[in-house]
C-alpha cells in the first residue's frame, strides 16, 4: 500500500512542479509521476547530505519535492528538447 501511495503522491508532485514550470511539458501521466518520484528522491538525498534532516527515516517535506522534481523536469526538458532538430 505504502508503493501505491508513493505514486500517488508523486503524481501530484510532478503535476504541481509542470504547472509551475513554463513552457512545453513532454510526457504524459506516467512521466509526470516518475519525475515526481525522482524529484521526492532527489530532495530526501539532497536534505540529508546537507544536515537538514538527521532521522533517515524522515523524507522532505511537500515543497522540497516540488523543488527537486522541478530541478528534474528542466533537465528533462533539456535533454528532450534537443532530439529531433537538425542542425544546418
Given at each position: ?26 510526457g504524459g501521466f506516467i512521466i509526470t509521476m516518475l519525475i ?18 538527521d532521522n533517515p527515516a524522515e ?30
Amino acid at each position: 500500500m505504502g508503493f501505491l501511495w508513493t505514486l500517488i503522491i508523486g503524481l501530484v508532485v510532478g503535476a504541481i512542479a509542470k504547472l509551475l514550470m513554463p513552457g512545453k511539458d513532454p510526457g504524459g501521466f506516467i512521466i509526470t509521476m516518475l519525475i515526481g518520484v525522482a524529484g521526492a528522491l532527489l530532495a530526501g538525498f539532497l536534505g540529508r547530505a546537507l544536515g537538514w534532516y538527521d532521522n533517515p527515516a524522515e523524507g522532505p517535506g511537500i515543497i522540497a519535492s516540488i523543488i527537486g522534481a522541478m530541478l528534474l523536469l528542466l533537465i528533462y526538458r533539456l535533454v528532450t528538447g534537443r532530439r529531433g532538430t537538425a542542425v544546418p
